[in-house]
């Protein structure tokens, strides 16, 4: 495995061996808010989660109410536009398309979160073990991921989802979990291996500092620097890979669910002739959302790089 | 010892018979690098197989499945035998290429693969030269540019990019770009044309029995699906050279070489691109991943019957035996086709090689 994906892990090791040290962390905060590019990925996020949490209060209409469901007619094409009390039309179902793209914006961020948590959490699990131990723990274990590393991750992600006999949002952000796993598992070993040779924790060891106390006080708390840079990064990911899945009929089938990534690949597959604003409103939202999180995270990590301190 | 001028990289080793068994030790040294990964990725294939739905046997029945079969076929593939002996005979098949048969066409699932895998091939090379050929030259300009407008605007180009869904953009050039620019947006050949099919390329097919007509339509129907199926690996490429080429401008052997007088073109050439490039190669093969999982999603939008459509279908109709074989082959070919790069980046490199 020591073949190319090497290089699919060094920009990972690198990463993990870049944030390790002290000030840094306010000296990088006080950088970002100097970034104009930091700034708009914080604002978009930020905005994006503020929708997500209080899109039930705001959104003008129920989102599962089929209220126009008479005025749609897919045999004949028809499914009404803008309209007083409908400011973007309706969906195939008559159902207010603003209220279910506000609220998909809740659903969209729980994919997304949930995906990326338990995805960090796996490999926090594996990571650490691996680099708190060292040794044959430490091999097997990245061998392990290192060939979760071997498979494109989109095949990674549909061959999870295909595990479950019945599609839901649940086996969605299994999969798309899977696909952070093996990254979070070698970013962190790979800062935690880092820090196994650090003064600090010479010094812990050397004042009689329990083993466990060292690695969960000392070296995982520095350690997650690189870590929160990735997970914002596939924020944007998790997000993308969702919707690849529901294309793929890998999604949640329930007809209710709003969640952009279903509602984008059932108007880019059944209703670009029709009304294709069906597609582009949550295209437009993912890219937006995507894009926040990739400038956010790509920020963090240029300002937690040492090599731009100065 | 003293003070050891470091070798330029691309210093060339003295004798080229030396060169050639250097290449030859350390390609056989990487291809026994990846027995183990494969072996663990057979392990891992073989659990999940194991864990579908209903178990194989019922997995790979699909719709057909009755107790009666199940036991016939459980007992077919020694599922009623210790695991150790299953996993062995997993592998036994797996290396024969026997997959069992297709559940949707019925075909032996190695045959459908064969029969599909040009069109990928195809489709794939075409949108990874699409993303070199732009990729590394919107990179350089970025680079050279820094921080001006230009840099500017390819840099926010690649972020959005890689946010937005590959499905939907290939929908787009479906709706947008089809009809202005009188491009075919499903299929592989036109309806009418009677094309020769040898080796199931295209293009290759056409260019053999000098089927021009057949050449040309194969490439117009290429052009939307590389596209977009080109955008991702596009935006990274540009991103990864554009960072390279600014690593390599600050190399204490550009200023060596601005000093010593040459020209600002003969810097460029020789060692700015030239060194800024190598990372770009590794680049190049971890974005067949990219593509791999794109392809399952721009042959499903554009109708392209290649092993995306063909892995795609097999999701819509749980077709078990044939997504276990892509989902083996798309792995193995990638695990191959980044050793494949690893190699040529020792022969471009020759500091790789005496590592």
């Known amino acids: 495995m020591n073949t190319l994906l090497n290089k699919k892990k060094e920009p990972i090791d690198k990463l993990a061996a870049a944030a390790v040290g002290k000030s840094l962390g306010r000296e990088a905060l006080s950088r970002m808010l100097r970034s104009p590019v930091a700034i708009t990925g914080g604002v978009i996020t930020g905005l994006f989660v503020l929708l997500a949490i209080f899109a039930p209060l705001i959104a003008p209409k129920d989102p599962f109410a089929r209220t126009l469901q008479g005025e749609v007619n897919l045999g004949r094409g028809i499914i009404p536009g803008a309209q007083p009390g409908f400011p973007l039309g309706v969906d195939d179902f008559g159902r207010d398309e603003l209220s279910r793209l506000l609220v998909g914006a809740q659903n969209t961020l729980l994919v997304g979160v949930l995906a990326t948590v338990i995805g960090v959490a796996i490999g926090i699990v594996i990571g650490g073990l691996a680099g708190a131990f060292g040794g044959w723990v430490d091999t097997v274990l990245m061998r392990l991921v290192d060939v979760m590393l071997s498979v494109p991750s989109l095949l990674l992600a549909i061959s999870v989802a295909a595990l479950f006999a019945k599609p839901s949002q649940w086996t969605v952000i299994i999969a798309v ?45 520095n ?8 997970a914002t990064l596939t924020l944007a990911t998790a997000i993308l890979e969702a919707a690849a899945l529901s294309f793929l009929g890998l999604g949640d089938p329930d007809p209710n669910r709003a969640e952009w990534g279903i509602m984008l690949s059932k108007g880019a597959k059944q209703f670009l002739d029709v009304r294709p604003e069906l597609a582009y409103y949550p295209a437009i939202a993912i890219i937006v959302v995507a894009l926040g999180f990739t400038l956010l995270g790509e920020s963090l990590r240029e300002a937690l790089d040492p090599k731009n301190r100065r | 010892m ?93 290396l024969t290429g026997d997959f069992g048969n297709s559940l949707v066409s019925s075909q032996p699932v190695m045959s459908e693969i064969g029969t599909f895998l040009p069109a990928t091939i195809e489709l794939g090379i075409s949108a990874m030269i699409l993303a070199v050929l732009i990729g590394i030259p919107a990179g350089y300009i970025s680079a050279r540019f820094r921080n001006g407008p230009v840099d500017n605007v390819i840099i926010l180009l690649t972020l959005v990019g890689v946010a937005v869904p590959v499905f939907f953009l290939g929908y787009m050039m479906q709706d947008l770009l089809a009809a202005p620019l009188g491009l075919p947006s499903q299929g ?132 078990y035996p044939r997504l276990q074989a892509l989902l083996l082959f798309g792995a193995l070919v990638y695990v191959l086709v980044n050793m494949l790069v690893d190699v040529s980046y020792g022969i471009i490199d020759p500091r790789v090689r005496v590592r």
């Open chain 2, 2 to 94: 003293g003070w050891v001028l470091p070798r330029p990289p691309h210093a060339r080793t003295s004798r080229a018979g030396t060169k050639g068994l250097q290449v030859l030790r350390f390609l056989v040294r990487r291809l026994l690098q990846a027995i183990p990964t494969l072996l663990v990725l057979s392990i891992l294939i073989f659990a999940w197989l194991r864990s579908l739905p209903g178990g194989p046997a019922a997995a790979l029945l699909g719709d057909k499945a009755t107790p009666e079969k199940i036991a016939s076929l459980n007992h077919t593939l020694g599922l009623d035998q210790p695991i150790i002996f299953q996993y062995f005979r997993f592998l036994g098949r797996a």
């Open chain 2, 188 to 319: 592989r050949q036109a309806a009418g044309l009677d094309a020769t099919a040898i080796t199931n390329f295209a293009i290759l097919d056409g260019v053999m029995t000098s089927e021009w007509d057949a050449v040309w339509d194969a490439i117009r129907h290429l052009i939307l699906p590389a596209f977009a199926l080109a955008t991702i690996p596009l935006a990274v490429i540009t991103r990864i050279t554009r960072a390279s080429v600014l690593d390599v401008m600050n190399e204490d052997f550009i200023r060596t070489a601005n000093s010593k007088g040459l020209t600002q073109q003969v810097v460029r050439r020789r060692h700015v691109l030239r060194n800024g490039l190598l990372p770009v190669v590794t680049t190049i093969g971890l974005q067949t991943g990219a593509l791999l999982g794109g392809a399952v999603l721009t042959e499903r939008v554009f109708n392209f019957r290649g092993l995306g459509f063909l892995l795609a279908e097999g999701i819509e109709r749980r077709d």
């Open chain 1, 223 to 230: 350690s997650l620097g690189p870590v929160i840079v990735q």
């Open chain 1, 177 to 221: 979990s899977m696909v952070g796993v093996p990254i979070f598992a070698r970013l962190l070993r790979g800062s935690m291996l880092v820090q196994r040779n650090s003064d600090h924790v010479l010094a812990a060891t050397s004042l009689g500092v329990k083993r466990g106390a060292i690695v969960f006080r000392h070296m995982l708390p």
